[in-house]
């Protein structure tokens, strides 16, 4: 059981936009300026897509946002393509030189 | 640009010790700016921060594995390395290795499956 809930899938058609909710507590979510997602194609590493909740690495097209209200943070991708297809999970600072992550969403666009 | 790559063994005996190393290559592992993390996937548990370490060797460890875990780096090879003791089916996972600038994770290698089995 994943520390972080996040839904196991969500789909979505192309140039459409999709939002995944990342849950989690006072304690990690709640109280964290460090929630980050990571993006994860089959048989490829996981790659950033954001962090500091809604920042941006270098690279990574200003199609995906970050939210967060309370204990939920939200990755929201907009004119989704092909290409977004992939596995979505979000980390959180927790703390005491801890993280904590989601189990992981899995994107399908149709 | 930089890349991590695991290495290990892909399967251990119960009771036994799991050893993997990850190879930082196209930059320097006695980077200031960073910490040096394995995190491991389960079916059943998910995404699991395991420990990080900096290039001076000192490491903050998962409370809940610390009593199994060592981990260390080896700044003449760019590389750094896990050890998991007393290892059991529960174990078995795709270990990765993370580079983190201490809040984040924002780079990571693919990660080596390891199952725990006699």
């Known amino acids: 059981q994943s520390a972080l809930t996040q839904p196991a899938s969500v789909s979505g058609s192309p140039g459409q936009s999709i939002t995944i909710s990342c849950s989690g507590t006072?304690?990690?979510?709640?109280?964290?300026?460090?929630v980050s997602w990571h993006q994860q194609h089959p048989g490829k590493a996981p790659k950033l897509v954001l962090y500091?909740?809604?920042k941006r690495p270098s690279g990574v097209s200003n199609r995906f946002s970050g939210s967060k209200s309370g204990n939920t943070a939200s990755l929201t991708i907009s004119g989704l393509q092909a290409e977004d297809e992939a596995d979505y999970y979000c980390?959180?600072?927790?703390?005491?030189?801890?993280?904590?992550f989601g189990g992981g969403t899995k994107l399908t666009v149709l | 640009q930089v890349q991590l790559q695991e290495s290990g063994p892909g399967l251990v005996k119960p009771s036994q010790t799991l050893s993997l190393t990850c190879n930082v290559s196209?930059?320097?592992?006695?980077?200031?700016?960073?910490?040096w993390s394995w995190i491991r996937q389960t079916p059943g548990k998910g995404l699991e921060w395991i420990g990080h370490?900096?290039?001076?060797?000192?490491?903050y460890l998962n409370p809940s594995l610390k009593s199994r875990l060592t981990m260390s780096v080896d700044t003449s090879k760019n590389q750094f390395s896990l050890k998991l003791g007393s290892v059991t089916a529960a174990d078995t996972a795709v270990y990765s290795c993370?580079?983190?600038?201490?809040?984040?994770?924002?780079?990571w290698g693919r990660g080596t499956l390891v199952t725990v089995s006699s």
């Open positions: 196209g930059g320097s592992i006695t980077s200031g700016d960073y910490y």
């Open positions: 993370a580079r983190n600038n201490y809040y984040y994770f924002d780079l």
């Open positions: 500091d909740v809604t």
């Open positions: 006072s304690s990690d979510v709640g109280n964290s300026n460090y």
């Open positions: 980390c959180s600072y927790a703390g005491s030189s801890t993280w904590v």
């Open positions: 370490i900096y290039f001076s060797g000192s490491s």
